[in-house]
Every structure is written in C-alpha cells, then in structure tokens.
C-alpha cells in the first residue's frame, strides 16, 4: 500500500487508523472533560471580577491555548503513530534487494599483506557494503571456508549485520568455492533482486572455479569484492613420514617447500620431534606443553615458484611426531612470509604394529633367524608339526600362520597362511610333479609379496609344480611354473613357496626376510581398511577442512597440529592414535590475490557504493525524535504557561 | 477563639498603652476634650450670619466695620469626649492567618481601653449589614472587663454594608465625638457614602483598614473556583500571573483610593494587615494622628 509516495513498513495501515481515531477521541474527551476546580473562599470576589475584566481580552486567548495544548497532544500522538508504522520511500521499497555478503574465512585470508590481515580487511569492506544498503534493502552474512556458515538471515538490522560481521573468526581451512557458491544460490532462490557479494581474495584454483554453479546463480547479481595486496608466501605444502620398506624399523621424512613469492627467497627448514606433551594437541601445545627438538635443520633456495623436496632418513623412533617449521624467509618481493598457518607442518612416525606369527613345523634356523630379524614387529610361537592340528581352531587369531613344509588338511578356508613347499592333501596348491632347478623368469615386481624383493639370480634346487585356481596370482614363476602364489578369497588369503627356501640360496640373502617380512604384512593387512589401520597407528597426515572416516566416526579436521583419536566406547586405558592435520593445499598457500574475479566466462564486478533508491532513510526515526522534542516543548510551554 | 483574643499578655499591654498614651497626652486635663460643640463657652470658635433672633451682643462689630457685613461670633463648649468604636464583624473578616477581625478586636478593645482610662466616654459596636448589639456609651475603667468580655464573644459572619450601618449608627447617636471605624473595608457599596454620612453628621470619623496578608497576593495557582466569603458567589477562574497581577492591581488600588480619600477629607487612615501586632497598629495610632488627642 503506498500512500504520498510512502510504503508502510511497520504497523499496518488500517491498524494505524484504528489507533489513531481512538486517540483522538480520548484525547478530545480528556481535554473536554470538566475537571473538578479546587473551590477556594476569598474575602471580596468582586476584586476578582474586575482583575478577569482587565484580562477580558485574554480569555479567548486563553481558551485559544487549551486548544494548542490538545494541538499538540495530537501531534505528538500522531508522529509516534507514524514512527509505528515505518514509512519508507516507495520507490527504494519496490528497489530493495536480497543482498548476500559472503565472507571468505580460508585459511589465505589470515594473510598479513593488509591491517590487521585480510580477513579484518574483509570485516571493514563487508561493514561498508552493510552501510551502503538502501531502505529497503534485506542482508545475510554468510562465511565460508572448506564449510558454509549463515551467520545472520536476511533482515535490516543494521546493528545486527555488523555485529555478526566483527564475530567472523578466521579458519585453517582450505576454500570450497563450489560449495559456498551453491548455498548462495540456494539462499537466494526466490527472493527479490538477488545480489550476491563475494567478499574474498581470490585465492582460488582453476578447478575451483571451473566447478562454481554458474547456472545456478544465473538470475544473481554477482559481485567480487576482493581484499589482499600481495602474495609473499612460502609454505611447506607436504610433509610425511614412513616406515621404510627395506627396514620396517626405519622412518623417513619428506618435507616439500614451495615459494609463491615473485622473486628469489632463502628459507631455513626446521624438523624436530615433539615430546608427549599430554593432552593438549596442536600447534598451542607445541611451545606450552611440548619442547621441540630441532633433529634436522636445512636452507633451501628458492626460485619465484619453485618447489623443492627435502627427505631425511631414519629421522626417529616408530610413533615419534614431527614438526616442519620454516624460519624466516628472506629474499627479494617484498616483506617475506604473509601466511604462517603453513609455515609449520606436522607428521606422526607410523607405529610398528605387532603382528602375531604361529609357525608350524619342525626346527628351520633360517626361518627362525628370518623371524627374528623382523624385530618387535612379531610375535612368533612355535608349534611341532604333530601339534598343527590341535592349534587349527586358533589360527584365525594369527596374523599370519607359517606351515613351514607342513600343510595340514584340510586345507583351511579362512585366515592367513604362508606356505613352504606345501605337500599332501592339506596344500591348497595341489603338486603335479616337480621341477628341478627353476630359474624365476617372472616376477610380478608391484606384488606386495615382492616389493623391493630382487629373485632374479635365485638359485632353487629344487620346487614342486603348483596348480593355482582362477584368481591365484603366480607372484613368481619359472616359465609358466609358479614358485610363489598367492591367494586372495573372502576371508582368507594365502601364500606359498612352491619349494623349501633350505633347497636354495635364499635365505642366504636379504630378500629372504624382506620376503617374509613383506608376506606377513600382506596376511596381517587382509580385510583391514589401509586408512584406518594407518589412522590406528597414527600415519596418517589429514588435510584440514575433510572429515575422515574412522571405523564409524567421521572425523572433522578444521585447524592443523596433532589430533588424538581414540574409539569411542573403547576399553579404558585404550591408547589413542595420534594424527598430524596440515593445510597442505598449494591453492590455499598461493595468496596471491585477484583483483577480479571471472567464473564460467562470466566477469564479478565490482558492488556499488550505495543500493538504489539512495542511503538508508529511517523516518521512523526523525519522527520518534520530532515526538520527542514535542514532547520537552509542551512541558517546557506548561511550565511557562503558555498553555494553560 | 474569643476567650484567648484577650490573655494576660493582650491586658499587660492595654496597661503599657495607657502609660504611653498619658505620656503621648500629658499636660491634657482629664475629660477636657475639646469637640467642635458650638455653645456657650468662651473661647471663639466661628462666625455666621446674622439671622433675626440672635443676640446683638454676639455681632462682630468689627467685621462688620470692615466688610458691612452682619456676621455673629460663635464660641466652643467644652464637653466630655465621646469615643465610639465600630468593628467590622463581617464574614470577610474571618479570613486571613491571623484573622483580621482578632486584630480588630484587639485593637478596637485597646482604644476603648485607653478612652475608658482617660473617663471618656466609650461605646462599642459591630457592624455588618447594619449596625449591630454591642456596648452603648460608658465611661470608666470598670466598664473593661465587661466590654473585653464582650468583646471576646463576637464571631465574624454576614455581609458588609458599612452605608447602613452608619446610617444606624448617626440615627441612633446623637452625641458627636469620635467614630473609629476598623474594617477591611471590602463592600461592595464602596465606603464613600459611610464615611460622608459620618462626617456630614459631625463625627469625626478614624478609618483603620486591616487587610489580610495575603489578600493583596493570593497564593493561587491553575484552575479554582472563587467562593465570595459573605455573598456565596462563585466564579471560575484560572489563576495565572497575569491574573494575580491584575488582581494585585485591583487590591492595591482599592488601598491606595481609600487613603485619597480619607486623606481629601481630613480622615486619619491607618492601614495595615494582620499579620501585624496590634500595639504596634495603636502606637502608630497615637503618634501618627493625635488620635485621641
């Protein structure tokens, strides 16, 4: 409804007229009421009668006042009437827009190119654009990172739009434009005069924007307006470490170093270990409750761009963490380093599991000196051959059960079993004769059984031909003879040598124990997820902004440093897995900002000073104050009697 | 309130303005006041025409030497003073804090005191509409008691109209002398015809107008309805400061017209409120006037 020009935004119109004749009525009944006179007893009223007569004159100015004292009680009643119903420009009103402030909290705005960084940069341009809107004008805050975030609904509370401004916090977290883009769209569906305005530096991959939802802000008046000055960052973009494969008991370190600064840099390359510090974790611990011991230190030049890598060998004991920090970065483009959330890396040396070996068979010193060069990795128990079969109810416990030439029957169906030269009804690889002499022709190199295991000069004496099944892998064989299978079935796996290691010169090399090593990792790792056994032993490097999952937990990483993760509902005294979370995102670590910003082919320009319909014109307001300085006028005029 | 307008206090001070007045007076002769009586005494007092019938001896032949004209001597004669005392118990003089009519009766009973102590002669009456019951003509100090005691009784009410009763009051006395009228003088007939007719008839009269304290500023604000004292009559009115200024006026042009008036006619006039101590209003009295000189 639109009257002189002027929506209602407030009280409705007919509620507004309600109020107002009713008003008016008790105001003229008060005022036309005759109040009760105090009566007071004079001793010459005739004195009285002349004094009115020498004010005869006033008397029609005097009852001209009473009705200025009812003027003005109605206009004061009228203008808090038209502060109750919110007048606005009609005009502005049909112009408001649905403007949605969409705040960047990635980690690159914690860059410290701009005052107080590029998110307080962000905070002062979002509070801006607040400022600018129209009269009609409705705003949401949102914030984004690798999650989405409605700070406020759409509303035009000014005071309330910049309060959850100034309460935006930033994040660790990598950007998903993609994802805040489509909440956008989301959010503005259906609404009147859609904007969006992107508050951001820019600091996005080609993928990134290559998967914004352009069609579904296609009725969006987008706009970008961006924050950040410079790119001056090196960060380390990686940093893991793992048990080495040719000695289990050995870690190594790879830490790779990127500069996106514009020129040449030096950087100096900090690794240390970090004591238990209890159960603070993340980089706040690091100084409080932990002393890193600095193992490694390294300079590194870098070119504009370049990345390097840096790998240390046998860096710590299994289940040590580790901390990668650059120190002061120098060199030419500026001011340094703008970005610290990546200047410091952590990474947990996986933890050995202890795998549980039952070897069945009769006395094999090579197989036992094998076993023991594993180390803490296993736990071996020996069981006699004749013995074999009162174990077979446990050897599902096992990790791996060795027949070591022994194959008992029934060949098991289920567990982890590693052969040597099995024989008689209980090989699950029936013999159909023998083979003398075999010489290892082929190799499946990318078998676990064999990673790093060289068998191309073996020398066997002696092995059976083994039949396999479809599905078995012959992970060595001698011209079409396989020499090691391997077996994979639901619930079970098994592999074997197709001769006694004793009949040949392998256990006289290296390989012997690797290769026993490599096959008891690879029956210990049957229908164990990778990820979580890693996790368990803490190996695992998480990236910040994903959720991992956990057996059934999903896991949120949202700031780096070192997370326990412990099961829930798990035994007490239960150890927790220690992980290392970094930002790891060179996307995110490249903060070199956009000046402008192009999605799909579509240009984001730059939002306005001011919404239609011109600044924010609270009427409401200038009639409240009107009423209010009536209101001091017409007692300040009672008490001077101008009124009365 | 009559029986305490007379304390120990009020009679110790009657005694103290005798004193005064005897010193204010000395050299005065008990009961030798001299009246404006023409008669038989000798001292000359006037001249008139001759009208056939009068005593050739009381020609003034030496007037008549230089003028040619007739004219016969006139001589005073000495008399007893007469003093008559008229309060005004109207309604209106009830109000006020003091009420103007206690010091009235104070004062009126202080005079009547001193008259009686000099052995002239006293009388007392209200007036209000008329001329009211009060002490007829007395001499002597042993008429004190019995006057304060009347006088301690009489209460305020009615209306005023000091015309009829100094009409009553010249009918009913022949014997001229001195009329002391105390009043607020608030009639609404004015107080010129009162006062004329006390002189046209050879009274002297002595106007003392006692006035509230606040009856020249009211202490009035907002809307009031005004209730006449005597009449009843009410009038709405908003009491504002232009009001109680023109009313102000009013009052004190009232005052101010009656001292002008006494004054063109020789009246002694006192005017006070009642906030006032009546020796005070009687020292005042005897020094200002020769009041009962």
């Known amino acids: 409804m639109t009257i002189f020009g002027l929506t209602l935004a407030g009280l409705p119109a007919g509620a507004a007229a309600a109020i107002a004749l009713v008003g008016a009525a008790a ?34 100015s005097r009852r001209l006042r009473r009705w200025l004292s009812l003027a003005l009680q109605m206009l004061f009643g009228a203008l808090v009437l038209l502060a109750a119903v919110d007048p606005r420009p009609a005009e502005a009103d049909r112009a408001g827009r649905s403007v949605l402030i969409l705040i960047d909290r990635s980690a690159s705005m914690s860059a410290t190119d701009e005052p107080g960084s590029r998110l307080g940069s962000a905070r002062r341009v979002a509070r801006g654009i607040v400022a600018g809107l129209g009269p009609a004008d409705r705003a949401m805050v949102a914030t984004f990172a690798s999650g989405v975030a409605a700070e406020t609904g759409f509303e035009a509370d000014v005071r309330s739009l910049e309060g959850a401004i100034d309460e935006v916090t930033g994040t660790e977290e990598p950007a998903d434009l993609p994802r805040a883009l489509g909440f956008a769209a989301a959010a503005l569906r259906g609404r009147p005069h859609p904007t969006l305005i992107l508050v951001s530096d820019g600091a996005y991959g080609a993928n990134a924007r290559a998967q914004a939802p352009a069609q579904a802000l296609s009725g969006v008046d987008v706009r970008f307006a961006p924050v950040g000055t410079r790119g001056d960052n090196v960060a380390i973009i990686s940093f893991a470490a793992r048990r080495d494969p040719a000695d289990r008991g050995s870690v190594q370190a790879s830490v790779v170093v990127q500069s996106f600064r514009d020129g040449p840099c030096e950087v100096a390359l900090e690794i240390g270990t970090v004591a238990d510090g209890g159960a603070q974790e993340g980089p706040g611990s690091e100084g409080a409750a932990a002393e890193i011991v600095v193992v490694e230190r390294a300079r590194l030049g870098l070119a504009p761009g370049e990345r390097k890598t840096h790998v240390l060998h046998e860096v710590a004991a299994p289940g040590a963490r580790l901390v990668a920090r650059l120190v002061r970065a120098s060199g030419g483009g500026g001011g340094g380093d703008d970005l610290a959330v990546d200047d410091r890396t952590y990474a947990v040396v996986p933890a050995l599991p202890r795998r549980r070996v039952l070897r069945v068979g009769g006395g094999n010193l090579f197989l036992e000196g094998a076993l023991l060069s594993l180390g803490g990795q296993v736990v071996v128990r020996r069981v006699s051959t004749a013995a074999a079969e009162s174990t077979r109810a446990r050897w599902p416990d096992y990790d791996a059960v060795i027949f070591d030439g022994v194959a008992p029957a029934p060949a098991p169906t289920a567990g982890r079993f590693l052969y040597f030269d099995p024989a008689g009804a209980g090989s699950p690889f029936p013999a159909r004769g023998a083979l003398r002499d075999p010489v290892v022709s082929d190799t499946q190199k990318l078998h676990p059984l064999v990673k790093h295991v060289a068998l191309a000069d073996l020398n066997v004496r002696e092995a059976q031909r083994l039949t396999i099944e479809p599905g078995d892998t012959a992970v060595a064989s001698s011209f079409g003879s396989p020499l090691i299978v391997a077996r994979v079935r639901p619930g079970l796996r098994v592999a074997a040598l197709a001769f006694d290691p004793r009949h040949s010169d392998l256990p006289m090399r290296t390989a012997f124990p690797l290769l026993l090593a490599n096959a008891v990792e690879w029956l210990a790792s049957a229908g164990v997820d990778t990820d979580a056994a890693d996790v368990a032993t803490g190996g695992v490097s998480l990236r910040t902004g994903r959720t991992f999952r956990v057996g059934d937990a999903d896991i949120p990483v949202a700031r780096v440093g070192f997370h326990r993760v412990a099961t829930a509902g798990g035994a007490a005294g239960a150890p927790a897995a220690v992980v290392a979370a970094n930002l790891s995102d060179p996307v995110e670590s490249d903060t ?20 239609p319909g011109g600044p924010r014109q609270d009427l409401w307001a200038v009639a409240l104050i009107a009423a209010v300085a009536l209101s001091l006028f017409e007692w300040w005029s009672y008490h001077r009697r101008w009124t009365v | 309130m009559g029986a305490g307008r007379f304390d120990e206090r009020f009679l110790r001070k009657l005694e103290y303005l005798y004193v005064v007045s005897k010193k204010i007076f000395a050299g005065q002769n008990r009961a030798e006041r001299r009246t404006r009586q023409v008669g038989s005494g000798i001292e000359f007092a006037d001249h008139r025409d001759y009208v056939a019938g009068d005593d050739l001896r009381t020609i003034d032949w030496s007037v008549y030497g230089r003028m040619e004209r007739l004219l016969v001597r006139l ?102 002398g001195i009329v002391i009228v105390i009043s607020d003088f608030y009639d609404p007939a004015g107080y010129a015809e009162a006062l004329d007719l006390l002189r046209y008839n050879r009274f002297e009269p002595t106007v003392i107008q006692v006035t509230g304290a606040d009856d020249a500023r009211p202490p009035l604000r907002g809307d009031v309805t005004i209730v006449d004292v ?28 009656l001292a002008r008036f006494c004054r063109e006619r020789s009246i002694p006039c006192f005017q006070t409120t009642s906030d006032v101590a009546f020796d005070d209003l009687v020292l005042r009295a005897f020094r200002g006037s020769g009041l009962l000189a």
Do not use: C
């Open chain 1, 27 to 60: 105001l003229t009944g008060l005022y036309l009421l005759k109040l009760r006179r105090r009566r007071v007893v004079v001793p010459f009223a005739p004195l009285w009668a002349a004094a009115l007569g020498e004010t005869q004159s006033e008397r029609l």
């Open chain 2, 75 to 176: 001589f005073e004669e000495d008399e007893d003073l007469s003093i008559y005392v008229l309060i005004d118990a109207s309604a209106s003089m009830a109000l006020g804090a003091p009420s103007k009519l206690d010091l009235a009766m104070r004062a009126g009973a202080a005079l009547a005191y001193v008259g009686l102590a000099n052995l002239d002669r006293v009388a007392v009456y209200p007036i209000g509409e008329g001329l009211g019951e009060g002490l007829p003509p007395a001499r002597g100090k042993g008429r004190i008691l019995p006057l304060l005691s009347w006088m301690g009784g009489v209460e305020a009410n009615g209306r005023t109209s000091l015309a009829k009763a100094a009409a009553a009051f010249v009918h009913r006395h022949r014997r001229r």
């Open chain 2, 230 to 257: 005597e009449t009843g009559d009410e009038r709405e009115v908003t009491v504002s400061s232009a009001v109680l200024d023109a009313y102000a006026r009013r009052h004190s042009a009232l005052l101010r017209d």
């Open chain 1, 592 to 611: 070199h900002p956009s000046a402008a910003l192009t999605l799909a082919g579509r240009a984001w320009p730059r939002p306005p000073d001011a919404g």
